[in-house]
């Protein structure tokens, strides 16, 4: 018996049809497709799928109970089965009517979050009509004009690129052209979120190995079934980027005299939706092939197959998946792992070239200190994929 099963509430239903919910003190479940459940910890906004035998076991745990009306009958969960949904229950704050205590990643370090309200509420509400047919249209329109203005301005541009003259003031503007492009980059995600859940999640900053970066907490797409629409969430912002610098190279073209900033602007906005397009870490990218190969938790379970591949050969052969898929996700997973090494070294460097150091002892100094966090954080992650990856042989044996 869990130590808080008195927050428990009695289930009024206990089948579930697609698209509903029923609660459990702080956890919502609803039923996504066949034989599947997403249960929601609203207290920590956790979401995982489980399977019937895994939703008829938290059930169980929590109201002793296993019954699901109309659910047909699956083999029972072994001891070792059970074993692991004890301590993931446990982990994922099932039993428990608080939030977890997460363990800091320095390469996802949180250092503000906040809850849209008021005026910011109404903004982000007020997107969501851009989630739309003209918001389609805003986007092919501009992607159109955009090429016939590159066009008709090669040469002007060719001769700005090769020869940048960008004064401080131009560079401390266009460092703010670029904050309130994040912005709306990460209001167009959440204004996706919301017309599509009803939802807003957390807006805010982090350190994304150890450099700046804006957020957007759009984890209630989790309860959504249709891919479709998740990859539409996951694009948002992307197709924010392409609006704006396409407006920006327009102007450039098609104005005459017009400032080179424009030019920039759109140069800007080019990197950020190449670089947010990269699969190999949590960027954009990332969520929009989640939600196209409906795969949950890809990262994670790629880089455990890796591990699985290499730590326990005979039961990655076993594993009930396709063997095209497989090897296609333990490829991924070999690619991600690097990439995390990378991207600490790309970060490290980039940090370095920020400061002007006049002594070649405090260069070096610096990058030590950022080596070592740097070194730190792959350790653990490396230590933290070593302890879950055994996981699967439960789930998948």
Sequence with gaps: MPPNFLYKETIVRLHVKEGTCMNIGHLKIEKDGLDNYIVNNTFNNKFVKLGIREVRYLLEKLEGTTDLEGEKDYPPLSKGQKKLLDEKFKEWGFFEKAKLNKKKELSNLIIFELKPEHHLNYIIKLFRYLISPVGAFLVIASVVLAYISIGVSQERIMNEVTNV????????????????????HEFCHEAACYKYTGELGKLGMKLFYLLPAFFCDVSNMYMMSSRRKCAYISAAGLLSNVVIGNMAIIVYGFVRNSSEMFLWVFVINLCNIILNLI????????????????????????????YMMVLNTKQYRKLHINVIRKMLMTLYGIIIYIFHWLLWIY???????????????????????????????????????????????????
């Design 165 to 184: 003259k960008l004064s401080f003031v131009g560079i401390i503007v266009l460092y703010a052209i670029n904050f309130i492009t994040s912005c709306i």
């Design 279 to 306: 699969p190999f870490a949590k960027y954009d990218g990332y969520w929009i092939l989640k939600s196209v190969t409906g795969i949950d938790n890809l990262y994670d379970k790629s880089v455990s197959l890796v």
């Design 347 to 397: 970060s490290i460097y980039a940090i370095k070239d920020l400061f002007t150091l006049n002594s070649v002892y405090m260069e070096y100094g610096l990058i030590t200190v950022l080596g070592v966090i740097g070194l730190g954080s792959c350790a653990s992650y490396t230590r933290r994929y070593f302890k879950s990856y055994k996981k699967y042989l439960y789930m998948e044996g």
